[in-house]
């Protein structure tokens, strides 16, 4: 019986407890008491479920670990590779060739896809093997209560109903109703985005009308850290009911959108399919209707067919953005998916989450005021000669123009200044360790406000007063009072002090005076021989005016009072403090937005703090720009949020819902959107982006798995890098389609005229063969792999549904194509002319007249605006060895007598070779011209701009 009693108390309802037992919804955990929650979990506060229970409620609901995607295994990750239209239009044409018995064309292409596929398999496989996965999220154990004893368990264990216990340093393992708090203090920012450790309690919340995930101050939530305190409470929802797993499954709901690249390439596959059997069935009726074998027409045409596809270009675009994915890995940049390199320099919109992201996560000091002489001094960086100095921002009174540096305070400080450091500091548990003789750096330990109070104390070069002092008494920090009070001793002389710290407003209640001298001449000496005055209202509303000037600002302000008795006490001051951008933030920033990228913040955070956060790092103005919070967007109509959002360059007070809101409205509004965070909260919106980065360090593992780029170290500057390689992409392979498709379009046109003509082949068949090579082989994969422009990143995004062949890629392709034919065919009627047959060297004539234009107009396709002086002609090493093997090769075919038996050739004189290099060389000249007179009419362009502005202006 007694047996039967103890399971009763430890929660144990029977077999049929499961029956009722279920998951609680946070909004009825966090408004429920304590006693309810237990009573609809059946579990007891003393002991805790019994170990039969939690058996039965596992087998139920399952273990507490959120479920991950199902792997796909690797051999079908490979065949996945060739779902790409131009990869399968690419496969179609092999089996087309090698039914007609092109067996050399089928080989080619078949192995053009091989390397293409496994180029592109690897460097996924390797990418994914560097994440880290979303097991981490969970810490391995936790301490909990079952059958009445404290017991430590993985934390997948857990059930709903458990009582767990946590304290500092530990990692949420569910989400947990708490029962009993003592100081308990929670690190939420990987959830809500809120930097602001929030401090937990056990009652019920009675304000249901603005409960959310950052107002349920009862409940600690799966994945959180505690900060400080300690405490235990009840399991009420366990894996993918929780918070964090609701977000997850969001996230996997979410379909992750083709990339910009991907979906111009597959609009060019299918222009190119249309574009394949409308050759085959031109050239073949020409053939019917000029008596031609229809069959050796329809030979013809396949080959004329698989000639006009680009087989080459998957091998650049693959091994373009594979070399772009190694150079920002050496950057510390993790690229998931190829294409994602690329998504990046079509990036017309990034949306920034703010903590974490833009700003380091740290609260460090910013301002701080001494209450005596009403200055107010600011805290600077100074990384030449000291870690900060700290300057006289402003004062209200008239007496205060000078200025102060680090190097000055540790000898001239003020007295009042001292003891307001000295107070910030005894009132203080947090601790920071410089460790200036290893690698080490600093250790950093406690609340994040408190962290920069004693940062404060080291930047002005002031020692650390606590080991001259005893606590005696402390009323730790509380919703309630909104204030810490600590009685120490001193070990000099064994007086006793109360100092105290907190809202500006709990501390100036239990104040009567402030140090000084100046209202006229009366004052009080206090214990330390410090004259003080009566804190008069009007120094009381000065006070309040000084650190609403912070608050409008985003600052937090932390007051400070000292005294014998802790409810007559001396005001000392106050000092403010933010979370600081991330250094370089501001300037790369400015970069993307020179080269038309529109950068937006999301937050959580309160309105006052993203505003002036975005209004310093240049991306918000107030006389232009809007803020918008997630409640707005929560009652915007569609078409009305649409209407407000291309003004809005700030949204806050958001939750995950409203994050992927608003990257649906950028995306309608026709943006390519790249978002960044580091949260669980950003994790949805980080998959529906075009283009999602996570941070590496500070970003949680949802938020890496639902990224496509990782910053490894978190740097924010490495996304210019990204912007600056995606669009040098994208120009490379332009370079590449304009070079292939010209010398498509010159072949193509070369052959039709001869057969409509009805004259004989220039080419045989092991020149096309050559020809083929030299299209697609290294000239042309040579300039994928051109160096990024300078100025690139001055130019704006591509438009999204620009396709990859624009208008202007098609007249420069037809006017190099025409000029190509028109040589070599006035070469091949020049040499046919003097003896009315084709012999073998008027066919190496035509041949080589042919690849040397090839070689000229990979020249000039090395850019589309600049000119090969500018872009140096030594810049991209590849492409002169590439033109020089090419050289040498056709060389050898003209002159080697074992190749000219094979590519029936013979050899040609100094004088040919002359003739041949100037006339191909008109390819290129022409360009160049073209290039500078296009460069002369931007720069007369701009120039009219710029004088029609002065003219408005006067």
């Known amino acids: 019986n007694s047996s039967s009693n103890s399971k009763k108390e430890c929660g144990d309802e029977g077999d049929g407890c499961c029956d009722v037992v279920g998951f609680l919804t946070a909004d009825k955990a966090a408004t429920a008491t304590a006693n309810d929650v237990l009573k609809l979990l059946r579990s007891s506060a003393d002991c805790g479920l019994s170990s039969d229970e939690c058996v039965r409620r596992q087998k139920r609901f399952g273990k507490n670990k959120i479920k991950k995607e199902k792997i796909d295994p690797l051999w079908k990750k490979y065949i996945q590779q060739f779902q790409e239209p131009l990869i399968l239009l690419l496969l179609v044409s092999a089996a087309i060739s090698f039914i007609v018995g092109q067996y050399d064309d089928a080989f ?5 896809i091989v390397i293409v596929v496994s180029v592109a398999f690897w460097q996924e496989l390797k990418s994914e093997e560097a994440l880290k996965k979303l097991d981490n999220m969970l810490p391995a154990k936790c301490v909990c209560l079952r059958d009445g004893e404290k017991m430590t368990l993985f934390a997948e264990d857990l059930v709903v109903g458990d009582i767990v216990v946590l304290s500092q340093g530990h990692i949420v393992p569910a989400d947990i109703r708490l029962l009993h708090s003592h100081d308990l203090a929670n690190n939420e920012s990987a959830l809500t985005g809120e930097t602001e450790v929030v401090l937990k309690h056990s009652h019920a919340i009675t304000n249901t009308e603005a409960l959310n995930v950052a107002t349920m101050h009862n409940i600690a939530f799966m994945g959180t850290t505690i900060q400080s305190g300690k405490g235990f409470g009840v399991v009420f929802s366990t894996a993918e009911m929780t918070e964090i797993g609701s977000v997850y499954t969001l996230v996997q709901m979410i379909e992750t959108p083709k990339t910009p690249l991907q979906q111009r390439l597959e609009d060019l596959g299918t222009k190119l399919s249309f574009i394949s059997f409308a050759i085959i069935g031109f050239i073949s009726l020409i053939g019917f209707f000029v008596g031609r074998n229809i069959m050796e027409m329809f030979t013809i045409a396949v080959s004329l067919a698989v000639a006009a596809i680009p087989e080459g270009l998957p091998i650049v675009v693959t091994v373009t953005l594979a070399l772009g994915v190694l150079r920002m890995a050496r950057n510390a940049v993790v690229v998931k998916k190829l294409p994602a390199v690329e998504a990046l320099g079509s990036t017309t919109l990034l949306c920034c989450d703010k903590t974490g992201t833009l700003t380091q996560n740290k609260m460090s000091p910013e301002t701080f005021l001494d209450a005596a ?53 005894l009132c203080n548990d947090a601790q920071i360790k410089r460790h200036t003789h290893t690698d080490e750096g600093e250790k950093r330990v406690g609340q994040p406000t408190e962290l920069a109070l004693v940062e404060l104390s080291q930047l002005l070069s002031v020692s650390d007063p606590r080991p001259l002092h ?5 009323e730790p920090f509380s919703s309630r009072t909104k204030c810490m009070l600590v009685r120490c001793q001193s070990a000099s002389d064994g007086t006793e002090t109360v100092y105290m710290k907190g809202a500006l407003s709990a501390v100036l209640k239990r104040c009567v005076s402030v140090y000084g001298t100046h209202i006229n001449n009366e004052s009080t000496t206090g214990a330390d021989g410090t004259d003080t005055v009566a804190l008069s209202e009007e120094r009381k509303k000065a006070i309040t005016e000084a650190a609403n000037v912070r608050a409008l600002r985003g600052e937090r302000v932390v007051a400070a009072a000292k005294g014998t008795d802790e409810n007559n006490l001396t005001f000392l001051g106050f000092v403010s403090m933010s979370d600081p951008p991330r250094p370089n933030v501001k300037e790369s920033i400015s970069l993307l937005q020179r080269g038309g990228v529109t950068v937006t913040m999301i937050t959580g955070d309160m309105r006052e703090t993203a505003e002036s956060i975005a209004e310093s790092l240049g991306f918000f103005d107030r006389r232009v720009n809007v803020s918008l919070s997630g409640d707005q967007i929560d009652t915007m109509e569609w078409t009305e949020l649409h209407k407000h959002i291309g003004h809005t360059t700030v949204f806050y007070r958001t939750a995950p819902r409203h994050k992927v809101k608003i990257v649906e409205a950028f995306q309608a509004d026709g943006h390519v959107v790249g978002m960044t965070g580091d949260g669980v909260n950003d ?45 040098g992409i994208a120009h490379n392979v332009r370079n590449f389609l304009r070079f292939q498709l010209s010398t498509s379009l010159s072949a193509l046109l070369l052959i039709t005229l001869c057969t409509i003509v009805g004259i004989e082949n ?71 002319t003097f003896d009315n047959t084709v012999t073998r060297r008027d066919t190496t004539v035509t041949f080589t007249t042919f690849v040397l234009f090839d070689m000229f107009n990979a020249l000039s396709c090395r850019s589309a605006d600049k000119s090969v002086f500018e872009l140096g002609l ?49 390819v290129w000249i022409i360009d160049e011209i073209r290039k500078f007179w296009r460069k002369r009419f931007l720069k007369r362009k701009r120039f009219g701009v710029q004088m029609e502005d002065i003219a408005v202006t006067f």
């Open 108 to 112: 080619s292409i078949t192995l053009a």
């Open 762 to 832: 220039p080419l045989n068949a092991m020149q096309i063969l050559w020809i083929n090579i030299l299209m697609d082989g290294p000239p042309a994969q040579s300039l994928g792999v051109e160096p990024v422009s300078d100025d690139v990143m001055s130019q704006p995004p591509r438009k999204q549904k620009e396709p990859i062949i624009t208008a202007a890629l098609i007249k420069n392709v037809v006017v190099s194509a025409l000029i190509i034919v028109s040589g070599t065919l006035f070469m091949f009627y020049r040499e046919r």
């Open 683 to 727: 994790a949805p919106a980080l998959k529906l982006a075009d283009i999602g980065i996570s941070m590496g360090l500070s970003g949680t593992d949802v938020a890496k798995e639902a990224a496509d780029v990782i910053l490894v170290d978190d740097n924010f500057a490495a996304i210019v890098n990204g912007v600056r390689e995606g669009k």
């Open 373 to 425: 002489t009403m200055q107010s001094f600011k805290c600077v960086r100074d990384s030449v000669s000291f870690p900060f100095f700290v300057k006289d921002a402003h004062a209200h009174n008239n007496n205060s123009n000078s200025t102060q540096t680090a190097k000055e305070n540790a000898n001239t400080l003020a007295h009042t200044t001292l003891a307001l450091v000295d107070c910030v500091v």
């Open 874 to 922: 030594l810049a991209n090493k590849p492409f002169l060895a590439a033109v020089s093997f090419s050289l040498v090769g056709q060389c050898l075919v003209v002159f080697f007598p074992p190749l000219q038996e094979i590519f029936q050739t013979e050899a040609l004189t100094a004088w040919d070779i002359i003739t041949l290099v100037c006339l191909c060389s008109s």
């Open 470 to 474: 005893t606590r005696i008494h402390e």
